[in-house]
């Protein structure tokens, strides 16, 4: 019975990390992309709101958890300040 916990505690704990990762890109990438249309009040609250939860997630989470949403929001970050690909169509209209 004793393995059976251990078996289940590290599925949970690859389940968490995994949770926390899609919770990381989801926030990161609402924050940008409400951040870019939104007036400057809006933008002060989801900047405080984010970095927040980035101070109550390292005091109140795992490491790992943090790591994994971390990792999340860095990639939604990222992905935000990419350039965007016009279609073919598109470009070919202009």
């Known amino acids: 019975m004793g ?6 505690s590290v ?3 690859v389940i968490r990390a995994l949770g926390f990762i ?4 989801g926030v990161g990438r609402f924050t940008m992309d409400a ?8 933008q002060i609250a989801l900047a ?3 970095f927040g939860l980035l ?3 390292t005091h109140y989470s795992s490491p790992g958890s943090m790591g994994m949403f971390a990792i999340g929001s860095g990639v939604a970050l ?3 300040f990419m350039p965007k690909k ?8 202009k």
């Open 11 to 13: 599925v949970g704990f």
């Open 55 to 57: 101070v109550g997630l």
């Open 22 to 25: 899609v919770l990381g890109f």
């Open 48 to 50: 405080v709101g984010f």
């Open 78 to 80: 990222v992905m935000s």
């Open 86 to 93: 016009e279609d073919k169509e598109d470009s070919k209209k």
């Open 3 to 8: 393995q059976f916990t251990e078996v289940l």
């Open 35 to 42: 951040y870019k249309n939104a007036a400057w009040q809006v």
